[in-house]
């Protein structure tokens, strides 16, 4: 039987013992293969957004927690359907009752049954039950809230929101192939609804596969968030310049640095595959011909790979939580441990203090987390320059309209000047 609840309920459990949704999700459509991909998707992703607030009304309809994951999760895609969707109650209900009695075990069935009924009869109760538990009403681990809260006390619960909304297919467009009055032309032509936004962006108002829009094949634009556009401006690369982009998978950074000036670049990774990605990338946005070096290679050990010259500027995008892209990829938010973040800021002072040492005088490095957490961003920062007597913060123009404080740009809800997602920047410059 195939039913799209399961697969997103299956996908939604891997999650939760630790997969990448869009891994989770390639895995069940290997296993279901369906024309209905995008609905389970959409239910999947549409859960994981909502996930606190879902788990919260299950434990108020249940006498004890539900001890078979797989059946949890069915439950909770079905309450996303109920609570945030305009899909018909009944429809829902019987789909979810066929799913658990077909495919977890039929004495299932009663239970969703009852469960899912005595919500629809019991909403307002239920609701007022749960108004004041804070991770039904943020939809995040308590600790992630009590981190942001405590990070950003004047921004926090416009962040955490930011966080639960659909975010827009935003592009940028590549100027080695064409420039965005023609590329708007040419959406507008194909009746697809698409404006300018920041320097060199267009947001697309419906998302749709990127593929299908005019000019994918051509490299007429990347998929790259006006956030993360932001970073080769920031780094500021000259003709002549010999730049290391320290991690760079899979090469949204890179293409944008690579277009931005004639300069010799080493793109590095530590996950080859990742950086088949990079080539791909470079190969359908025409810039494969450039000075470029794609190096498979730990960014904290440079003797493996480093030729010994230094670099006039260093894009250092480290590895972390992803904090400030949740709304992308909401799995983030219940894949991670509140200790994982301890061990990306270790990390993160390794990969920085070992390029640090590859940087000439007079260049320049550029810190780059999609966080919003302080202990990835200034902190480290902070820890980094007092240590390095020679080296420099600058301070960083952003243009009018991108709301940021301190180098951290705040994500933002649709309808925003600027509507990014959460990155952190930081400027050193090494006397
Ligand atoms: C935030 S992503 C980079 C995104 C990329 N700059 C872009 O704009 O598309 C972080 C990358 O760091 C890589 N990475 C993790 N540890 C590394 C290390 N020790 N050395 C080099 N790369 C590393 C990961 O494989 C991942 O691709």
Redesign the pocket.
């Known amino acids: 039987m195939h039913n799209e609840q399961m697969q997103a309920a299956r996908a939604v459990t891997r999650v939760l013992e630790g997969a990448q949704l869009r891994t989770a999700l390639a895995e069940v459509d290997a296993h279901d293969a369906s024309r209905g991909q995008a609905f389970v998707q959409e239910l999947a992703y549409g859960t994981l957004r909502h996930l606190g607030r879902l788990e919260a009304i299950a434990g108020q309809l249940v006498r004890k927690p539900m001890s078979d994951a797989l059946l949890r999760a069915l439950v909770d895609v079905a309450l996303y359907q109920l609570e945030e969707t305009r899909a018909p109650a009944f429809a829902v209900v019987d789909r979810a009752v066929a799913a658990a009695g077909t495919l977890v075990r039929p004495a299932a069935k009663p239970l969703v049954n009852a469960l899912l009924r005595r919500y629809l009869r019991e909403r307002d109760a239920v609701n007022a039950a749960i108004r004041d538990n804070e991770v039904a009403r943020w939809s995040y681990p308590q600790w992630w809230i009590d981190r942001v809260r405590r990070d950003h006390p004047d921004d926090w619960m416009a962040i955490l929101d930011a966080g639960n909304v659909r975010p827009p297919l935003t592009l940028r467009v590549n100027r080695a192939v064409t420039e965005r009055g023609a590329l708007l032309d040419a959406f507008h032509a194909a009746g697809i609804d698409a404006q300018a936004a920041g320097a060199a962006g267009v947001i697309v108002a419906e998302p749709r596969p990127v593929g299908d829009l005019p000019g994918f094949a051509a490299g007429a634009f990347a998929v790259q968030d006006l956030g993360?556009q932001l970073a080769a401006p920031l780094l500021g690369v000259k003709d002549g310049m010999r730049v290391l982009d320290?991690?760079?998978?899979?090469?949204?950074?890179t293409a944008h640095v690579l277009d931005d000036a004639d300069i010799d670049l080493i793109a590095?990774?530590?996950?080859a595959e990742?950086l088949e990605r990079v080539r791909d990338n470079l190969v359908r946005l025409r810039l494969s011909d450039r000075r470029v070096r794609i190096i498979a290679g730990?960014?904290?050990r440079p003797d493996a790979w480093w030729d010994g010259r230094p670099f006039d500027r260093i894009l250092l995008?480290?590895?972390?939580t992803a904090s400030g892209v949740v709304r992308r990829h909401p799995d983030g938010k219940w894949r991670h441990r509140a200790s994982d973040v301890d061990r990306f800021a270790r990390e993160q002072a390794r990969?920085l203090d070992a390029a640090w040492a590859l940087l000439a005088p007079g260049g320049k490095l550029l810190y780059a987390t999609?966080s919003v957490f302080t202990a990835e961003n200034g902190d480290r920062i902070d820890a980094f320059l007092r240590q390095h007597s020679d080296a420099l913060r600058e301070s960083l123009m952003f243009a009018d309209g991108v709301a940021h404080r301190d180098g951290q740009l705040l994500p933002c809800s649709s309808g925003a000047g600027h509507n990014q997602d959460g990155f952190f920047y930081a400027l050193v410059a090494r006397r």
């Open positions: 993360a320290a991690c760079a998978a899979p090469g949204g950074k590095l990774d530590l996950d990742r730990d960014a904290g995008d480290v590895p972390c990969l999609c």
